[in-house]
């Protein structure tokens, strides 16, 4: 009954069962590893704290079958997802070499690894304990049960100058962003309210085009060096109003800090005061802010240009950027932008200098998580660094952190759906593509691009096939996606029609 395989193991404050391959929150709530992970996990429990190679853990595992590290990499981190291991602090990363377990050591107990079984199961009477406790002090939504969507339409500009626009439609993909953050709140992304803008529109309606609980609304009203900002939260279903504040007479000073409160008290609205969310999500959503201005139109400006992916506008995005960076140096959204001018030239090919690009990548990806470690998309462009240099096992961590961080956020999700075969989780991009569908329905038009590879890896073929078609045969890579989906579909004229674009576009 000693045996590690059959004596349970505690880790990071959770409960592993080695023997059933499962893991168990103080909560009561368990996650049933697959048999290879925990396999893999059974080998790095046998020897903790020493260097298991991959070598080993491929031959031990996977005895007499031929697989690639992407299969160990898959195991590594739904491992470390089910521990909670985000910083991996327990299964740490021996670069190139392999991974070792890092057991919990206390004061009294170092080096004593193992739980005994009547410990257990006085700490799983004391879990369900506190879970029935957690019931009537914290309720919260059913399990599995779908947390409540919420639309941001389109915050109404009512000052006079057309500066002020840009301002409000600021706020507008700020609120939207920073609430994206809080995992308890799936948020529509901006181009699917942006339809609505101008528009009579009807709550319900919108709520039941949109498949979302709540829409929230607002105006925005400058007068030289004061503003005034209202909001209000509407249920989508009833039409009734859930929240509403006005924001009188503020110094203009104040924007960012109106903004910031705005989304907290939605936040709170939505999940309710004494919800589990914690101290660490709601700074995570308190973005950071620049302080001047002019260095946020800067970026606003600079953000609309990128979003066109076209060698032009790459090159004026970045000078956007630029003077705004030298206005406020550390504005973390424009660092981290100007960094993705560099990885989408790099992608289209019109990259001059291509080792200047990578350089400039590395050095913006790393001062983008320096000033905000929480951002999903900086760990997004940060696995953008690990692609480029053929890194794939780094490149699959920087993708689950950023996954973690943000996974409401539409963009990351269409992004990450485009990764999923890259990091050899194929499987996985359709069902992050269609999550992104699900919060964006009116995704712009760059989308395509990225779900037709996430939707075609992943063997879905009949939803790749719209989405390519509208990509047109300009492209010899998106002629060459065509052609195989229309193959894939029986749609052989159209499948050769691609083939001879490609062929033309690129004859080599």
Not at 178 to 199: C, H, M, Q
Not at 463 to 478: C, D, I, M, N, T
Request: net charge negative; charged share 25%.
């Amino acid at each position: 009954m000693e045996s590690p395989a059959l004596t349970p193991l505690r880790l990071n404050g959770r409960t592993v069962d080695l023997q059933r391959g499962a893991v168990t929150d103080d909560a009561g709530h368990a996650m049933t590893l697959r048999p290879q992970a925990a396999e893999v996990l059974k080998v790095l429990a046998a020897q903790p704290g020493k260097l298991v190679t991959k070598d080993e853990l491929m031959r031990l595992v996977w005895a007499g079958i031929a697989v690639t590290d992407d299969s160990l990499v898959q195991c590594i981190t739904e491992i470390r997802k089910a521990l909670g291991d985000e910083k991996h602090t327990i299964v740490k990363t021996v670069l190139k070499r392999g991974y070792v377990l890092e057991p919990e050591t206390t004061a009294g107990t170092r080096d004593k690894h193992w739980l005994p079984w009547r410990w257990t199961a006085l700490a799983a009477g004391v879990a369900g304990a506190a879970a029935l406790a957690g019931v009537y002090l914290f309720p919260m939504a059913k399990p599995g049960a779908e947390p409540p969507a919420i639309a941001v339409l389109p915050f109404e500009n009512l000052s006079v100058g057309s500066q002020w626009d840009r301002f409000a439609d600021g706020m507008t993909e700020d609120i939207i962003t920073d609430l994206a953050r809080f995992r308890d709140i799936p948020v529509i992304a901006r181009t699917s309210t942006e339809v609505y803008r101008g528009k009579p529109h009807d709550v319900r309606a919108i709520g039941s085009a949109l498949d979302v609980d709540y829409v929230l609304e607002g105006s925005l009203r400058i007068n030289l060096h004061w503003l005034r900002v209202t909001a209000q939260l509407v249920n989508a279903k009833t039409g009734e109003h859930v929240w509403s504040e006005r924001y009188d007479d503020r110094n203009v000073g104040d924007f960012f800090a109106i903004q910031d409160e705005i989304t907290e008290k939605i936040a709170a609205t939505l999940t309710g005061w004494q919800s589990p969310i914690s101290q660490e999500q709601k700074a995570a959503a308190r973005r950071k802010n620049p302080a001047d201005l002019n260095a946020y139109d800067y970026w606003l400006l600079g953000a609309a240009e990128k979003h066109k992916i076209t060698p032009a506008s790459m090159i004026e995005a970045r000078k956007l950027f630029e003077k705004g960076l030298a206005l406020d140096p550390g504005f973390q959204p424009m660092v981290r932008d100007l960094g993705y001018t560099y990885t989408i030239e790099l992608w289209m090919g019109s990259a001059k200098d291509r080792d200047l690009n990578l350089r400039r990548l590395d050095e913006l990806s790393a001062r983008a998580i320096e000033l905000d470690p929480q951002d999903p998309l900086a760990w997004h462009l940060r696995g953008n660094v690990s692609a480029w240099e053929g890194d794939r096992e780094t490149q699959r961590e920087r993708f689950e952190r950023a996954l973690s961080l943000g996974p409401n956020n539409a963009d990351l999700l269409a992004l990450a759906a485009s990764d999923a075969a890259a990091v050899g989780v194929a499987e996985r991009g359709p069902e992050l593509a269609d999550r992104a569908l699900r919060l964006n329905p009116h995704h712009p038009h760059w989308w395509d691009a990225t779900l037709t590879p996430a939707y075609v890896y992943g063997g879905a073929f009949a939803k790749a096939y719209p989405l390519a078609r509208k990509l047109g045969l300009e492209s010899p890579r998106v002629a060459a996606y065509q052609a195989m989906i229309a193959s894939e579909l029986g749609k052989t004229d159209e499948a050769a029609a691609a083939v001879a674009a490609v062929v033309r576009l690129d004859p080599a």
